[in-house]
């Protein structure tokens, strides 16, 4: 999801009481809030936006003006708001600080994942170049045919989502509630979250890369194109996997898509996946039940191919992030698509904000008051390299890594936000990269 990570934690500091003096102003304004998909940049993207955003942070640029530096010429034990000899932005990523509010909105407290293999067995999908492999994938009592995988994407994102509930990484989201009468803790302690799986290649997905995200809503409208296919998904699981309405609210439609046929903004524009909530009445009516099977309030994720996500002939959605070749080619589909479906858990409104002044209702869940930055985007692409966008990760704290499934599968992974972690500051958490315990502290 989301806007991303890099770069030193000096800064970080620095920024601090500039976030703390707009978080008033914010509040404020929040109503006039528009809603918006909650993407997942490239590494390329993210390091490019985050340092854009430390520059607009750097002490010249804050009010009130900064500390003076120390005349002896040492660094306090605390960092210090100021340039005081710190050194410029390492090339790697570090989380962006501060922890997460609660707006109001719903959570998932029960997670819920169905997987969609749109258009993967269409004529085009796949580059002539290659092999076409077919793939049986079984999880649990569910099973499904693929006619093509020949990298093993589509069966490494099911064994991923049916292997990621209960694990150290999972558990990090069930510090979050949903709020009321009483907090509803998020549930991540069911082993399988995955709940269905369809391989659709009856609705053509022959037009999306004709879409665009600018195009009137509509057919020609690429994210009404997308949550048209996620409207028709949940047709499917309601009669074929018992999908009911109360079920439907803690669900996220994840709608992978083959190489050649992938979200074309995605190729184009610098983002990995996104995730987003089906409404009526937001986004100037792109996800108008009309589009979608007239199914609405539910949550989808786009999932591109990350593979086919290059930049100057480098893959930046994830490829070896965590693990060498050939192990690591698919790190990227556990990473993005886990940073996918822990935002929605936590965040299934995206954000959306209906009405404004002081008649505002708040969609969304648990997101940074300051850059509504979710729990995956403040930890996302921590430690890693973005002049090389591969592997070695860099050994700090809160970096990418790899954890093992519930069935004993291992998966590369990104880090998670945590309000608990550091002892209530918050760090990012989850990866086996966490921060050292010390006593007092989680």
Same mark, same amino acid.
């Given at each position: ?35 918006? %998909? ?48 710190? *050194?410029?932005? #390492? ?42 492999? +077919? ?9 499904? %045919? ?10 490494? *994102?099911? $064994? ?23 907090? +509803? ?17 009856? $609705?053509?997905? +022959? ?44 669900? $996220? ?35 108008? #039940? ?38 690591? $080619? ?15 858990? *936590? ?39 973005? *002049? ?18 519930? +069935? ?30 010390? #006593?007092?502290?989680?």
């Amino acid at each position: 999801m989301g806007r991303e990570v890099k770069l030193h934690m000096s800064n970080r500091v620095r920024s601090i009481s500039f976030v703390l003096a707009m978080a008033g102003v914010l509040a404020l304004t929040a109503g006039q809030a528009s809603a918006k %998909r909650i993407v997942m940049p490239t590494l390329t993207k993210a390091y490019q936006e985050q340092t854009q955003y430390f520059k607009a942070h750097e002490p010249s640029n804050l009010t009130p003006p900064p500390v003076p530096c120390p005349e002896n010429g040492y660094l306090p034990s605390t960092p210090v708001t100021g340039p005081c000899g710190i *050194t410029e932005l #390492p090339a790697t990523g570090l989380p962006l600080m501060g922890n997460m509010a609660y707006y109001g909105g719903h959570v998932d407290v029960h997670p819920r994942v169905y997987v969609v293999y749109w258009g993967w067995g269409e004529k085009g999908a796949w580059p002539k170049s290659g092999k076409c492999r +077919r793939e049986r994938i079984r999880e649990g009592a569910m099973k499904v %045919r693929l006619p093509c995988d020949p990298q093993g994407a589509g069966r490494y *994102t099911a $064994n991923w989502v049916y292997q990621m509930g209960g694990t150290h990484w999972a558990d990090v989201s069930d510090q979050y509630y949903q709020g009321g009468t009483a907090h +509803r803790y998020i549930d991540t302690s069911a082993k399988h979250w995955l709940k269905g799986m369809w391989v659709d290649d009856r $609705n053509s997905i +022959r037009g999306l890369p004709k879409t665009s995200a600018s195009s009137p809503a509509g057919k020609k409208n690429t994210y009404t194109d997308l949550a048209a296919e996620a409207g028709r998904a949940v047709k499917y699981f309601e009669r074929h996997h018992k999908l009911n309405k109360s079920e439907l609210a803690d669900s $996220n439609i994840v709608v992978m898509q083959p190489p050649n046929y992938s979200d074309p903004n995605a190729l184009s524009t610098g983002y990995c996946a996104f995730h987003d909530w089906i409404a009526k009445g937001f986004e100037k009516g792109i996800y108008d #039940p009309k589009y979608t099977d007239g199914v609405e309030g539910v949550a989808y994720t786009n999932a591109p191919y990350l593979l086919a996500i290059n930049s100057g002939g480098v893959n930046v959605c994830g490829k070896d992030a965590v693990n060498p070749a050939p192990k690591g $080619n698919l790190d990227g589909f556990s990473i993005a698509f886990g940073h996918e479906i822990q935002e929605t858990i *936590t965040d299934p409104g995206a954000e959306d904000v209906r009405g404004s002044g002081t008649s505002v209702q708040y969609l969304g869940g648990w997101y940074d008051t300051i850059d509504a930055d979710e729990n995956g985007d403040k930890c996302a692409w921590v430690g890693e390299n973005p *002049t090389t966008d591969q592997e070695p990760v860099l050994p700090i704290p809160g970096a990418l890594g790899d954890v093992k499934g519930n +069935r004993g599968q291992t998966f590369a992974v990104q880090s998670l936000w945590s309000n608990d972690a550091a002892g209530g500051a918050g760090y990012c958490a989850g990866a086996g990269t966490d921060l050292p315990s010390t #006593p007092g502290t989680l």
